[in-house]
């Protein structure tokens, strides 16, 4: 039998709102484990998992690292530069060599939108997407979607901006599934040039102007300008991007309401957000790294086979 | 076992608590999510009524600790673990049921993370035997022989509407 939530986690697309809530729920008991002295549980003890990264990353590396050591598996980290990938190996090579050496779990990280997916179709072990391209970024997702639950207490009837860059951003898009899943008001704000042409059909509304979207929302999620855009000609400049739709305190001080506001790192302060705003009482940003630990450790127990009995019986061992 | 009989068992078991440990200093007392938990609570109500004194109190989910998440099948939902400083003291760990004596192993670890207690005391409502470790309770309920296809259903009033205990006896 399977658990659950199936072998791979790669789009929270393809996730029920109750496997999201699982994954939300489970989440909770795992915060306290990294507040704990020793910040270790040995229910992951003897598996093996790969983190295979492709691309860049800090937070998130570091993040799912933190969450497998606490989770007392083993871990093996592969870049992109220094492996055989820079020799040409493909994709499918690489992971089945690895799983010829007995892994149990490969968390990936590439630049192709689908290959998270594509891999978990050809090997045995599980595969976590942790960012492909412009599609998913489901564990960013989560943590998010937690940090909202933790800061309203409920997720649905919620109205969440997410702000920015939302053709490219695979954070976006795994937010927009989550959250319109659990019941949450979803409206994208942005540069037309950097909207997808299809985003309603995702449930979201688009709101053209930052200040309509900030009378609008109770939280708004500001999306990094991903910087090598710029060269692409989607906008004009930082500045120009920074004066329409850069999240000032001058614009946050006309909203109705105190809004929680978000960020997936890293910043660019003075571009997206500027540094009183990221400093700001309302910021989660912080809070949002620290979540992360805990739902990618619920999501790799989760998947290790600690799915729970939905149907538990009374009090005996 | 009826209301009126779980009241006498726990009522004992306090004292008993009290006896083992010396009287109440230093006593820290734990409970096993999730029955576990609402038993030990009860326990420290009777002693700190008895004795009054406020002793210190835990809850210790033993999820993360199991010995079987390789085994086919699905498992419960990870709970909250809160414990006191354990560091010198006397530790009583409070479950329902002891069975194979495998929560209790894992519960053993986990308060071993969380500090070094100067001693740990197993109670339980009920010992119902088929240990498949070298482990024994100190404070015991009720005894009662059961084979491994029977069932032994514990409800407490807080989670269940009703304290009882019932065997369910297996085919």
Known sequence: MLPPLGKDLTALEYLSADQIRLILDTAEPFKEVSERQIKKVPALRGKTIVNLFFEASTRTRISFEFAEKRLSADTVNVAHSGSSVSKGETLVDTARNLEAMHIDMVVIRHPSSGSAEFLGKRIRSSVINAGDGKHEHPTQGLLDILTLRDKFGKVEGLKVAICGDLLHSRVGRSNIHGLTKLGAEVAVCGPASLMPRDVESLGVTVIPHIEDAIQWADALNILRLQLERMTAGYVPSQREYNRVFGLSTARLDRAPKDLVIMHPGPMNRGVEIDSEVADGPHSVILPQVTNGVAVRMAVLYLLAGGAPDWAQGGGSE | ?171
């Open chain 2, 1 to 171: 076992m009826d209301e009126r009989a779980i009241a006498r068992c726990l009522a004992r078991m306090a004292s008993e608590i009290v006896e083992r440990a010396r009287g109440t200093e230093q006593l820290v007392i734990v409970g096993i999510q999730r029955r576990g938990v609402e038993l030990a609570a009860r326990l420290k109500r009777l002693i700190d009524d008895a004795e009054s004194s406020h002793i210190a109190f835990g809850k210790l989910d033993i999820t993360l600790y199991r010995d079987d998440l390789q085994a086919v099948g699905p498992r419960p939902m990870v709970g909250e673990t809160t414990l006191p400083e354990l560091d010198g003291k006397t530790v009583i760990v409070v479950d329902d049921v002891l069975y194979t004596g495998r929560t209790v192993r894992a519960a053993l670890d986990e308060c071993a993370d969380f500090g070094r207690p100067r001693r740990i005391l197993l109670c339980v409502l009920i010992d119902r035997g088929g240990r498949e470790l070298p482990i024994q309770a100190d404070i015991i309920g009720v005894t009662i022989s059961t084979g491994a296809g029977d069932r032994v259903d514990v409800l407490v009033r807080e989670l269940d509407g009703e304290d009882a205990v019932a065997v369910v006896r297996g085919t």
